[in-house]
């Protein structure tokens, strides 16, 4: 099995989704890109610079994030 925090995400474009709530910091947003074959990245738009999750295709359908939701395919 791949250790999916060793796949580079350098200059890799992520794609932002918002879930309409809002707070003082702005917008709620989640950004997803692929980053393998059954690899994702997932991350917070307000924090671009953090560390992002790293989930497997079936993770990402188990927590109930839709890839189609950012523009993306799974």
């Known amino acids: 099995m791949v ?3 060793e796949l580079p995400v350098e200059g890799i474009e992520f794609s932002k989704a918002c879930g309409g709530n809002t707070h003082p910091d ?3 947003c989640v950004t997803l ?3 393998g074959p059954d690899a994702w990245a ?3 738009s307000k924090r671009p610079d ?3 999750l790293r989930f497997t295709t079936a993770e990402l359908a188990a927590a109930g ?3 189609a939701r ?3 395919s799974a």
């Open 26 to 28: 702005g917008e709620s």
């Open 42 to 44: 997932v991350g917070d």
């Open 50 to 52: 953090a560390l992002s």
């Open 65 to 67: 994030i839709d890839p």
């Open 3 to 5: 250790d999916l925090y």
């Open 70 to 72: 950012f523009g993306l």
């Open 33 to 35: 890109a692929k980053i």
